[in-house]
């Protein structure tokens, strides 16, 4: 068929540019997503991305389930559901919580279109222009675009090789309260951090959850790859000891796959309800076939051995990016080693900028994001997120050997003409005191 | 598996109360959602609710796609994919919009999670607090919960069988200007109006098209229901005459089965690159399986010889309704005969209200949604929306005999004892004159 309208040109004008609402200027193309159409580039090794890697998956399962789905229960499966999500799946998803010791009661919980928009309800419910979220240094990439969109403001915490700092949690809710503002809620990501790669330590939790009890704040916990350890049981979660201030956020993106767009929030009772009304409001109900098919899947397939061979795959990704950057990365850079999830966080030896390179890294054929996208305050241009998920052994490797030869030229041009990108930038407006980029 | 937590009481105060955003005041339970306990109950026949009947849809044939899909493209179905939609889907959603007479170009349609997503997005983008949307009078519940959740303040302006009132539209924008309050946007439903039924006649869309650009006010026409006309040919769409100054919504639920939620926008092409960061905000993608099971759908499929099935099916059970009000109806009650969609707009004998009867009626086994649901304002109290989708012919029928005896027993105790339940509520507060709640 011939289209007979042309692509318009994305240059011209936009005659609605003075109607859209205020919120409308806090949502611009993230760094990430500029970096998409390059880095989807077949002879790019993307080290950029965060999907994970769902070639294991048995198909014939798969798709045997959601046909029996069809045949079986494809009225209710095609129809509208309940705007809180599937009941059965709220049951089977308190199972699945409960490997991280949390003890739930599935009318508690509300599915949504995958964790990002129970990241979005919650701050439709909680904020208001000028609320402050704190957020660890550096946090979600996606996370601070909703509290953007919402016009919340972000006050970053520092964060160490053990998660979250609580002396600096301490100051910067001293900090934000001297100035006069709310705090709605704490914004943290306990477990395999998306980008710094580290845990929350046993010991910080409890001091955390202490903190956030006597200063009476609402802790927003996203766990999406809670899961996804190399070595060890699952980490307690923040909302096994704290029911009343915490509010859960799971997935299914990363233990089975993010296609279904199937996540969820467990909150408390009162909170719950509100979060249901938004999701009235926001989608009438979410995808009653998605939601049946992962219901499908739980009950079906043995998940949590196919969990374990995702957790063994990104292991020796994990692996082969670790010990490539040990055999190739000059001195004077530094990184930390996950013990989960998908993401290793690079600081670059001083003077260079991460966010300047970019391009530069780009022309060699390898993509990564650059540590000021997981800032609300300009700072991380020092490092960058390396994800070591999708790409296989050979490719990271030879990913982190492009990288290599970058860093390396520019630190022969630092050498010959000086500092080549100016300092980092936002080091002088960022709003806490010496966050530690350097987490390993 | 035992709960150890039990469930709590709803009735347990919610220590958050203070903390809730502004905008979270103005998310409440909505009439409809109050009734679904009620009228799901299988000895209650429910005039009430606006899901289609999917009886028909061939599972085998569902099925046998989407196994299809798994398997043959499993992986790109279960990942991420764009935030504006899968590429092939935006493609055949201009040919579907292609029999209303828009000429489009994939790249300025968004897919959202149902067009109630789309709904959310537009208003997310355009509207600060205390802007204003103009609405028929009474317009889609939905919509309405959407506009007070970001809110935005509606306006009203009349309705009658042939649609929207251009003059009654003059009328509430110079109002509102002259208020100096800023309108965003006109929502329109143009084609069998939920809940009034009526189609804008073609001389109107030509007339309210000339009103708003005149006014330089941009129009959001929602089509869910546009292809499930009784007689004719679909109506032409306003956006087919109208490129820049129409946001065009569509759905699937209607036409295939709303499980799946996709719908879509199709936008100006500045107001496109917005919904798209939206998006990316709210979900970062919509789900590519719900998208390509659609797609596969649409493209194995006779997708129009099925909704040529609907509309009969429809069509019967629009006959079945009216033959039993003009059958049973007493005298005094007015309503109008829709040529599509799923509703008729039923005005009570004068001083019966629609709302205060209800309990009555759940009581007698039949449910309905009061008109008041449908204004923004309290006005409809004496008018009710009947949806004859789902029931059979036979249920519908006796769902009208039950409500004829509640309205008998109403007009008797009327007679008695004089007005009940008050004159209707809200015809003091209104924003608008004369509403014609009478569309017949």
Known sequence: ??????????????????????????????????????????????????????????????????????????????????????????DQICDVMRLEGIDAHPDDVVVTVGSQQAVDLVTR????????????????????????????????????????????????????????????????????????????????????????????????????YGLLGFDDEPHRALRADEAEGVIYLGSFSKTFAPGFRVGWALAPHAVREKLVLAQESATLCPPSFSQMAVSSYLANHDWQGQVKQFREMYRERRDAMISALEDLMPAGARWNVPDGGFYVWLTLPHGLDAKAMLPRAVTARVAYVPGTAFFA?????????????????????????????????????RETFGTIAGEPHGSVERGYESPNTDLS
Chains 1, 2 share one sequence.
């Open 1 to 90: 068929m011939t289209r007979e309208v042309q692509p318009r040109s994305a240059t011209r004008l936009d005659s609605y540019v003075d109607r859209y609402a205020a919120r409308t200027k806090g949502m611009t193309a993230s760094e990430i997503r500029a970096l998409f159409a390059v880095a989807s580039r077949p002879e790019v090794v993307s080290l950029a991305g965060g999907m994970p890697n769902i070639s294991g998956l048995p198909l014939d399962v798969v798709g045997g389930a959601i046909y029996d789905l069809v045949r079986t229960n494809g009225p209710a499966a095609m129809q509208y559901g309940s705007g809180q999500g599937d009941p059965t799946l709220r």
């Open 377 to 413: 305050d300009g700072f991380g241009a020092q490092s960058m997120r390396l994800s070591y998920c999708y790409p296989t052994p050979e490719r990271i490797r030879e990913g982190v050997r492009r990288l290599v030869g970058v860093i390396e030229e520019e630190l022969e041009l």
């Open 125 to 224: 419910i909680f904020c208001d222009p000028g609320d402050v979220v704190i957020c660890e240094a550096p946090s979600y990439v996606g996370a601070l675009g909703v509290f953007r969109a919402y016009q919340a403001d972000v006050v970053h915490a520092e964060m160490d090789e053990h998660g979250l700092v609580p002396d600096a949690l301490r100051q910067a809710i001293a900090a934000v309260r001297a100035s006069g503002r709310r705090i709605k809620f704490l914004y943290t990501i306990p477990n395999y951090h998306n980008p710094a790669g580290v845990s929350m330590a046993p010991q910080r939790r409890a001091e955390v959850l202490e903190i956030c009890r006597e200063a009476d704040i609402l802790i927003l916990e996203d766990n999406p």
